[in-house]
């Protein structure tokens, strides 16, 4: 699994989604295509923002440790297919060259700091692959060649959100809940949320009956965390509003 991947594999997932990105962009019918599971975005658009993204990552990595990050590159985008898939590639190689230089333990800035994921190379690294990998899928939707996600990064990627985006030390202004996410290949996690934040925590024999539960693949539960899936397509169980006060929540730090 890739959380326990060396560095140099999860760059190689970087390279080989940015591959699989670029050939579902090149198979689609034109940029200007919606993509459906970003709909107020084009084809375009999906382009523009992951190789902005793999370009604005590549700078805060090289800038290593900071308080704020640099600000995102203003330059014109392509509009023409080829030029594109060819700024996005450039995007992409900026990025992994900025990683491969860097190594995985520098320290930088990132928006997750105050959580589970580490503040450094490898927490963007680690990041990065599945950035790419939802925008992947993303792009492959519009192109109608979806492929299937391996479990052991659909894994990784669950765990990766949870450590990363849902994880804060910023009150949890409800009720306090947990959740319990099962993945149908045998791994499960627990997000607690209280006056202390969100936070994944351990799941033992002891752990009490979550207030909410969803069960699918690990594909699924990706998918889902990251908006791609609703709950309709998950097995739930229990208050189903905790779920729905998770996916509104912008904590203040």
């Known amino acids: 699994m890739t959380d326990s991947l060396q560095y140099s594999a999860l760059l190689q997932l970087i390279d080989e989604q ?4 670029r050939s579902a962009v090149a198979a ?3 940029l200007d295509t919606p993509v459906p599971s970003c709909p107020e975005w084009t084809l375009f658009d999906l382009v523009q923002h992951l190789g902005t993204g793999q370009r604005w ?3 805060i990595v090289a800038a290593g440790p900071a308080q704020a990050p640099p600000a995102k590159d203003a330059a014109e985008v392509p509009d023409e297919p080829e030029a594109l898939l060819a700024w996005y590639a450039e995007s992409n190689e900026l990025l992994l060259s900025a990683l491969r230089e860097a190594g995985p333990e520098r320290e930088c800035w990132t928006w997750w700091s105050a959580g589970v994921s580490p503040a450094n190379t490898r927490g ?3 990041r990065r692959v599945h950035e790419t990998l939802v925008h992947t899928y993303d792009a492959q939707l519009t192109a109608g060649t979806v492929q299937p996600i391996p479990a052991d990064l659909a894994i ?5 959100f949870l450590d990363t985006c849902n994880s804060t030390p910023a009150p949890w202004p409800h009720q306090a809940a947990t959740i319990h996410y099962h ?3 045998g791994r499960s996690w627990l997000l607690t949320l209280n006056a202390t934040g969100a936070w994944p925590a351990p ?3 002891h752990t009490a009956p979550p207030s909410a539960s969803a069960t699918g693949t690990a594909e699924q539960l990706l998918l889902f965390v990251w908006g791609r899936l609703t709950l309709n397509d998950l097995k739930t169980q229990g208050n189903q509003q905790v779920f729905e006060q998770l996916i509104a929540w912008e904590p203040e730090e």
């Open 18 to 21: 940015s591959a699989a990105f």
């Open 28 to 30: 689609a019918p034109s």
């Open 57 to 59: 990552w590549a700078a």
């Open 124 to 126: 963007v690294a680690r």
């Open 156 to 160: 990784d990627g669950v765990a990766e």
């Open 183 to 185: 993945a149908t290949e």
């Open 203 to 205: 799941l033992t024999d």
